[in-house]
């Protein structure tokens, strides 16, 4: 949150410290599948994403039997308080300082966390003390309870959100909703902005949908703040329900491949209910929640014309305060989220914080 003043036509901030609860997610992957488990997470919560590599690149740690990968694991076992049992892992400029609430995404490796990761948290994992830490395991099949072990002996001190999540082959492909079942156990540490939420109603029937993180997010909150928008949208493809919303957000497209429950904006002024997946150039706006690809079906009316939606804010939801250009480039936007060039005087969100012009 920001305090703001004025001098003349100077911009003059007063900043209050960063949200005490900034969220960092912390993950290694080797064959993709905590990749795709974090793209999953950073979806329904704000949080920043540092990945581990390990320093030698190309080596085949399930060759021969996973005779690479075991000898690594031995290793450590042997002798695990020792620095030189870890294999090496790139250098880490991420600073732990910032951050309360941790996520860990690990695969598993025969039973143990893979050693890559724990190289990452024999270092940093004292530096974790006190802090909020979770932890989400991918295998194919094998129980997670040495991985478990493993992460609360290299971060002795923490402060466990909740138990561990597993997310392995038998029931990966409803990732998103164990993810967000998952979220909603954790006790975060005090200030976490955690999912930012709207409401769609059609015919009575009314969904949650969480909201990810950008300026078309933060500007159709806004508003939403104002009063509901109802619109009229019409299905197309065979995949989803989709018009015009009667106005514009700011965009930020990228090739996207939608998948059922996704919610997308598209040319700037038209909303996306997807049933189905395709793939085109959109700006993401969140994900319908807890909902089958059946169940979709039969609440979007798939198929017909004329679809009433309504669209309306979840008790408590609030602006989104954090806003970052997905190029890094300076971002200035007006109160109701159009981005502006050349601001005269006024207030206006810029690279994310509320300033006086």
């Not at 910032?98 to 724990?118: D, E, F, G, H």
Request: glycine residues 8%; charged residues 15%.
């Amino acid at each position: 949150m920001l305090l703001c003043c004025c001098s003349s036509d100077s911009e003059v901030m007063a900043e209050v410290p960063a949200n005490a609860g900034k969220t960092l997610v912390v993950y290694y992957t080797y064959t993709g599948n905590c990749r795709e488990i974090v793209r999953t997470l950073t979806s329904q919560i704000q949080a920043d994403v540092l990945e581990i590599q390990p320093a030698e690149k190309g080596l085949k740690y399930e060759a021969n039997g996973y005779a690479q990968g075991t000898q690594l694991l031995n290793a450590i076992k042997a002798n695990p308080n020792s620095a030189s049992s870890y294999p090496a892992i790139d250098p880490v400029a991420t600073s732990l300082n910032s951050y309360q609430n941790i996520i860990i995404v690990t695969p598993l490796w025969w039973s143990q966390m893979a050693a890559i990761m724990q190289t990452y948290l024999f270092n940093y994992g004292p530096q974790m003390a006190g802090k909020h830490v979770g932890l989400i395991v991918s295998s194919a099949s094998s129980g997670i309870s040495q991985v478990v072990a493993d992460a609360k002996r290299l971060v002795p001190s923490a402060t466990w959100m909740g138990d561990a999540l597993w997310i392995n082959n038998s029931n990966r492909s409803n990732a998103t909703s164990l993810v967000q079942d998952w979220l909603k156990k954790l006790n975060f540490a005090e200030g976490q902005t955690t999912m930012n939420k709207m409401n769609i109603t059609i015919d009575g029937q009314t969904q949650s949908v969480t909201l990810v993180e950008n300026a078309a997010t933060k500007a159709l909150v806004e508003k939403l703040q104002q009063a509901p928008v109802t619109v009229t949208l019409n299905s197309s493809g065979g995949f989803e329900i989709w018009g015009a919303l009667g106005f514009s957000l700011p965009t930020s497209n990228q090739q996207i491949t939608a998948q059922p429950g996704d919610v997308i904006l598209y040319s700037g002024s038209n909303i996306c209910l997807f049933y189905g997946s395709n793939s085109w150039s959109y700006t993401r706006l969140g994900k319908i929640d807890g909902l089958s690809e059946s169940e979709l079906r039969s609440f979007l009316k798939a198929g017909e014309s004329n679809i009433s939606v309504t669209l309306s804010l979840t008790s408590g939801t609030t602006a989104i305060t954090s806003l970052t250009s997905p190029n890094g480039e300076e971002s200035i936007y007006s109160l109701n989220g159009q981005r502006v060039t050349n601001p005269t005087r006024g207030i206006y969100i810029k690279n994310g914080k509320k300033v006086i012009q």
